[in-house]
């Protein structure tokens, strides 16, 4: 099974929806590349985040243990403290990104009342498609928190073997955040190879944080696409599976393809890298139009 996300799918379900989403995104991209020329430095660096589980029977599919094991992936993934990223061949180990971002369940709601940062709602759909139905209590869903605020994530069956999808800056707010399937989220309980360590989550959130597909995100890929990055190598298309290094896909990467970058469509065990300058843009993206995450709300203390 190769991995599908369906991010862009998504984007340009938006944009007919949500026309000022071309807009918020030309705006945000002219003031990304400005801010590269200088290190973006007020941005928050930890996120609290709901989990918005949706089961269609009274057995939960999705334990606290398996949404604390998904919580534990991404704070790994975006410290780039985990174990895997030693794997990173020679040619692109100068290139490794480290966001320096954590990743928290809220213990706030937002009326102010003591929360789990899990919610669980009873569905009687079966599964969702592409469509956002997932975020709305009256098509069977579960309603967004503040999403200024709040990182949203729901997790539920997805139809045509989409493992996730995640709304891109600048789209409609009542709908932002971040969907992953049962079958693929965290690393424990109903997580099934090869998805099974979580890093779908960790994909999909890079998109949440402007970040595109490796290879960029044209309808027909090619070697000239982009996906906005400077020291990501060019890439003829997605990777899946297991790749061997080198894999050269396009004449102007010697190096071969970037395919063990979160970006990729590869299995959760190739994928363990960002590149600088995608920390780059994350970090712009939280400055521009995700500053407001975690505002007046309280960060858990050590221990």
Not at 8 to 19: G, K
Not at 69 to 94: C, H, M, W
């Amino acid at each position: 099974m190769a991995r599908s996300c369906g991010a862009v799918q998504n984007y340009f379900r938006q944009v007919d929806l949500f026309p000022q989403l071309r807009v918020n995104q030309a705006q945000l991209e002219s003031q990304t590349r400005a801010l590269r020329q200088g290190a973006p430095s007020d941005y928050p660096t930890d996120i609290p985040v709901v989990v918005h589980v949706l089961d269609h029977s009274d057995a939960t599919t999705i334990s606290d243990a398996q949404v604390a094991s998904q919580i534990e992936v991404l704070n790994e993934d975006y410290a780039g403290t985990n174990a895997d990223l030693s794997k990173v061949p020679a040619p692109f180990a100068q290139l490794v990104g480290r966001p320096g971002l954590s990743f928290h369940l809220a213990t706030q709601d937002p009326a102010g009342q003591p929360t789990t940062g899990i919610t669980r709602t009873r569905t009687a759909a079966v599964d969702f498609g592409v469509d956002d139905t997932m975020k709305k209590r009256s098509s069977g869903g579960a309603d967004a928190w503040d999403t200024t605020r709040y990182l949203n994530l729901w997790v539920c069956g997805l139809r045509g073997g989409v493992l996730g999808y995640a709304q891109f800056p600048g789209g409609d707010p009542a709908t932002d955040g971040v969907v992953i399937a049962t079958a693929a989220f965290g690393r424990r309980g109903s997580a099934k190879a090869p998805f099974d360590l979580g890093r779908t989550a960790t994909h999909e959130i890079g998109h949440y944080l402007n970040l595109s597909h490796i290879w960029g995100e044209a309808r027909v890929p090619t070697c000239d696409d982009t996906d906005f990055v400077g020291d990501t190598p060019n890439q003829l298309g997605p990777n899946s599976g297991k790749p061997r290094f080198p894999k050269v896909s396009c004449p102007a990467a010697p190096n071969g393809d970037m395919f063990m970058n979160y970006m990729d469509y590869v299995d959760d065990d190739s994928m363990f890298m960002f590149s600088q300058q995608q920390v780059e843009r994350m970090h712009a993206a939280l400055q521009l139009s995700r500053s407001g995450l975690g505002a007046g709300l309280p960060v858990p203390t050590a221990g």
